[in-house]
T-cell receptor, first 113, second 112 residues
Framework: ETGVTQSPTHLIKTRGQQVTLRCSSQ?????VSWYQQALGQGPQFIFQ???????GRGNFPPRFSGLQFPNYSSELNVNALELDDSALYLCASSVLRNTGELFFGEGSRLTVL | RKEVEQDPGPFNVPEGATVAFNCTYSNSASQSFFWYRQDCRKEPKLLMSVYSSGNEDGRFTAQLNRASQYISLLIRDSKLSDSATYLCVVKVRVDTGNQFYFGTGTSLTVIP
């Protein structure tokens, strides 16, 4: 158990809809990052939040957005869903200036029909 | 070009075998390097960090060659429980903060 929890675990949406995924980070961790993992691929970095500010972003369009709250929990929002957004979305918490170990939640599996 | 490239495998090896995985990265500004392990339908978990001097953790040895931008993982005396996907991970510091890049992963199956 990493202490990182994500919700929902599974969800189904249709094209054009919007989705919000949630993540509670491990106690004492101030940084949250989000990843998209398509089937058979490695996780792709979406963005990272530190102290409620975006602190790094991968090659994802603006319809992928996020928030970090004062308690370090986080949300990932995806607007105008596309079929290719179907994937496992992983949240990872860490301490910004530590060795860099990421502690992942079990993920939210999104299917877009 | 992908930030991190790995041979996806699959590698199917007998118990007790030695197996090596390789990984290359493209960004010379990469700061930190890791191997993560991901079991089927589970989240990735840190296996070990990788240092320029090379480091060992039991049956696992990791090496980093900054000049060649190459990372390796050696598993000795493979166990059935080593069956998993091994992900090569690189942390890059950019103006906007940190970015983590994962390889596609290398699939290992250890056969009895």
């Amino acid at each position: 158990e990493t202490g990182v929890t994500q919700s929902p675990t599974h969800l189904i949406k249709t094209r054009g809809q919007q989705v919000t995924l949630r993540c509670s980070s491990q106690s004492g961790h101030n940084t949250v990052s989000w990843y998209q993992q398509a089937l058979g691929q490695g996780p792709q970095f979406i963005f990272q939040y530190y102290r409620e500010e975006e602190n790094g972003r991968g090659n994802f369009p603006p319809r992928f957005s996020g928030l970090q709250f004062p308690n370090y929990s986080s949300e990932l929002n995806v607007n105008a869903l596309e079929l290719d957004d179907s994937a496992l979305y992983l949240c990872a918490s860490s301490v910004l200036r530590n060795t860099g170990e990421l502690f992942f939640g079990e993920g939210s599996r999104l299917t877009v029909l | 070009r992908k930030e991190v490239e790995q041979d996806p495998g699959p590698f199917n090896v007998p118990e007790g075998a030695t197996v090596a995985f390789n990984c290359t990265y493209s960004n010379s500004a990469s700061q930190s390097f890791f191997w993560y392990r991901q079991d089927c339908r589970k989240e990735p978990k840190l296996l070990m960090s990788v240092y320029s001097s090379g480091n060992e953790d039991g049956r696992f040895t990791a090496q980093l060659n900054r000049a060649s931008q190459y990372i390796s993982l050696l598993i000795r005396d493979s166990k059935l429980s080593d069956s998993a996907t091994y992900l090569c991970v690189v942390k890059v510091r950019v103006d906007t903060g940190n970015q983590f890049y994962f390889g596609t992963g290398t699939s290992l199956t250890v056969i009895p």
